[in-house]
């Protein structure tokens, strides 16, 4: 079938007009596809399909490009009826702008800026798209019935290398129980590590799993890098998942993923915060029993026990704010 129509190559009108919302149109693949914002759009089959509603996002960092490649092949591959769709599907490219500048963001960091927090972030761009996704996001997930399934995965590349080169956060479940199928759901897709947040965050996955229950998750698939340089076939796990899950085929792995949960938060509280690992230092690289990992005035944090890692390293915050996670196995 020939692509005729904007949903063949999302992300190049997209990046060609990354202020224009992609039209809506009934396509012959049998899917209703409607525009909502720049670089956001909703599939929904024609014919009757599952109670089910997945948000797909990816670009929230606009330097994280590979996710957005393998959402684009998706949405070709669906609207050109290479792939059958048996769910409602929301797709977001994030943050546009900073896509096309091939940036992380141009003012503010947007995935620390949901659950209301771009309120305090007016000047930023990424205030006003964050609250924009948001929106989207409600309005998605509050079509669906009560008992309507509804996931949410937002797809990042990370500048650091990682021991486990592919690994999930799975927020704050707010007193839920984890879900066992939906981590092996995760172990399946090749993501072998899963963090277990302990606690509330101002990030686009929290924010659809508190207000909306999603089973939502953040998904750290590997190196960013930019577009046209990305090995898109160590994504094949992660494709191929979310492929089966948007036919609406059901999980078959009984496999789980390796656990971690926070253990405590590194603070920078002074300008003489001292990190001692080396810039490049991977995530999840362990940390020796005994081993001096970092010092403050009056500070010092020490390893222990042989079994921590660390996990998103950054010496270079502003005071009074995180310069690390220090992490350990968990088990549910
Ligand atoms: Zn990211």
New binding site residues.
């Given amino acids: 079938m020939s692509t005729t129509h904007p949903y063949g190559d999302l992300l190049a009108f997209t990046l060609t007009s990354p202020e224009a919302i992609p039209p809506s149109l009934t396509l012959e693949a049998g899917i209703e596809a409607t525009g909502v914002a720049p670089g956001v759009a909703i599939l929904r089959p024609t014919r009757p399909h599952q109670e089910a509603f997945i948000l797909l996002s990816a670009g ?2 606009g330097n ?1 490009t590979a996710p957005v490649e393998v959402l684009n092949r998706i949405v070709a591959d669906l609207c050109d009826g290479r792939l059958p769709l048996d769910v409602t599907v929301m797709v977001m490219f994030g943050n546009p702008a900073a896509l096309v500048a091939g940036r992380r963001y141009l003012d503010y960091d947007m ?1 620390r800026l949901f659950m209301g927090r771009h309120a305090g972030q007016l000047q930023a761009v990424e205030a006003r798209r964050a609250a924009q996704l948001e929106e989207m996001a409600r309005a998605f997930f509050t079509q669906a019935d009560a008992g309507a399934r509804r996931w949410h995965y937002d797809l ?3 500048i650091r290398g990682s021991v486990f080169e592919q690994f999930g956060i799975y927020p704050f479940p707010d007193g839920r129980p984890h879900d066992r199928s939906e981590l092996a759901w995760l172990a399946e897709a090749g993501i072998g590590t899963v963090l277990l947040h302990s606690q509330p965050s101002a990030t686009f996955s929290y924010f659809t799993s508190h207000h909306f229950g999603a089973h939502a998750f953040t998904l750290e698939l590997g190196k960013a890098r930019p577009f046209g340089q990305n090995d898109l076939p160590r994504f094949a796990g992660i494709d191929r998942a979310l492929r089966r899950r948007l036919a609406g085929l059901s999980s078959t792995a009984g496999i789980q993923p390796q656990l971690y949960r926070a253990k405590y938060d590194l603070i920078k509280e002074t300008e003489a915060f001292t990190l001692y690992l080396a810039d490049d230092v991977e995530n999840f690289t362990a940390l020796p029993d005994g081993y001096l990992i970092a010092e403050d005035v009056g500070m010092r944090y020490v390893a222990h026990g042989g079994q921590e890692r660390i996990l998103f390293p950054n010496p270079k915050v502003a005071c009074g704010l995180r310069a690390g996670i220090v992490v350990e196995p968990a088990t549910l």
């Fill in positions: 929230i960092h994280e995935n990042h590349t990370a």
